[in-house]
């Protein structure tokens, strides 16, 4: 929601941060699936849904599974300011 509401106030690394990963957001009509979008893309995801499985397996006690991207030779975020 951080990032939500930064964008919207045209805040500077939310716009770059918005721009790396969704080229053409409008702020007025943004919302928050939209920063879910670029949150799971900023993590190396294509979606919010794989980033949340992601997290959920990670998080569900089966040390099997990590939190890792699915193409580990996606470039990092250029800004980490929102984190999950």
């Known amino acids: 929601k951080e990032l939500l509401q930064s964008f919207r106030n045209r805040d500077r690394a939310a ?3 918005v721009n790396a990963h ?3 957001a409008d702020p007025s009509a943004f919302a928050l699936h939209d920063a879910h979008l670029v949150m799971a893309r900023a993590h190396g995801f294509e979606s919010w849904p794989k980033l949340k499985a992601s997290v959920d397996g990670a ?3 089966d040390s099997s599974r990590q939190l890792s991207p699915p193409n580990k030779s996606a470039p990092p975020s250029r800004s980490r300011m929102y984190p999950l």
């Open 22 to 24: 969704y080229h053409g």
């Open 59 to 61: 998080t569900s006690g």
């Open 15 to 17: 716009v770059a941060e």
